[in-house]
């Protein structure tokens, strides 16, 4: 299993407890597949929404306390979950809020305002960030808010380094009115996607995207003083995760956003700065 195929999962280095690599891994499973199940394939969106309402009722099954039978739809993923879930007493809302994320990737494919992209985030990304809190001991409403900001500004690190990519999934997270502002639309990055005889990104994609980036760096920045209300090794896991986001922005600078033809991605020698960079008590800069 590829911890690094959810994308959303801020897991799966050995920085990690030996005591939270079981649950995260329960956790993980879920999300995985559940975002498969939204993602992958070709199945119907009927046939999508179903399944997902199959992992709906697991959960719910556990809100009762019902125990999970071997027989039913999933259990290799809920019979552990479940355990993990009494063992460390965890919420459910989260695992709630994960489904109806990825329901809306069914259904939904565009996105109004950043405020529709906001209210996607607080439920495909920040639910993830509050399990690990809850895992950490250490799920105080300082706390809980920082992760939020921190888990948002990762999925938006996401979404505009993998704009080519969500076309060919029929999906624009970059807000319509957005891109109206700047006088572009679906079109043009149809366009660049398909590298269509167009031009290198232009000034206004350019200045849209640092608009974006820069407010997702500002969010990130939240994760810094996360990581130093946290000790060892899970202060460092999330200092590096985060140190990585504000990498794969500045390599969005570099290119200067041509996204459609240079997807950034993390070297040997950034992970090494990273590395440097986590190690470092100084604070971040580019």
Request: net charge negative; charged share 25%; glycine share 4%.
């Amino acid at each position: 299993m590829s911890i690094e195929h959810y994308e959303n999962f801020p897991v799966a280095s050995v920085l990690l407890p030996r005591r939270l690599r079981r649950p995260v891994t329960d956790i993980y499973r879920f999300a995985r597949s559940a975002d498969d199940i939204a993602d992958e394939g070709d199945l119907s969106a009927a046939e999508r929404l179903e399944l997902l309402a199959q992992f709906e009722a697991g959960i719910e099954q556990l809100q009762y306390h019902q125990p999970v039978l071997a027989d039913t739809p999933h259990s290799a993923i809920f019979i552990p979950l479940a355990r993990s879930i009494s063992n460390f007493q965890l919420p459910l809302k989260p695992f709630l809020d994960l489904l109806s994320a990825f329901r809306q990737d069914v259904t939904t494919h565009r996105y109004r305002d950043m405020a529709q992209v906001l209210d996607y985030c607080t439920r495909s990304a920040n639910p993830v960030g509050r399990l690990m809190l809850h895992l950490y001991q250490a799920h105080s409403p300082e706390l809980i808010e920082l992760a939020d900001s921190t888990c948002t500004g990762l999925q938006l690190v996401n979404f505009w380094q993998d704009v080519a990519l969500d076309w060919h999934k029929n999906r624009v997270y970059i807000p319509q009115d957005l891109l109206a502002q700047y006088d572009l639309d679906d079109d043009y990055i149809q366009a660049r996607t398909q590298l269509l005889r167009q031009p290198e990104a232009d000034a206004r994609w350019q200045e849209m995207m640092q608009l974006l980036v820069t407010d997702a760096r500002q969010r990130l920045q939240a994760g810094l003083l996360l990581s130093s209300h946290l000790s060892g090794r899970i202060s460092l896991e999330l200092k590096m995760m985060v140190l990585g986001g504000l990498r794969i922005l500045e390599r969005l600078e570099a290119v200067k956003f041509d996204v459609f033809s240079h997807r950034p991605t993390l070297s040997r020698l950034d992970w090494l700065r990273l590395i440097t960079r986590g190690l470092s008590r100084t604070s971040y800069r580019p």
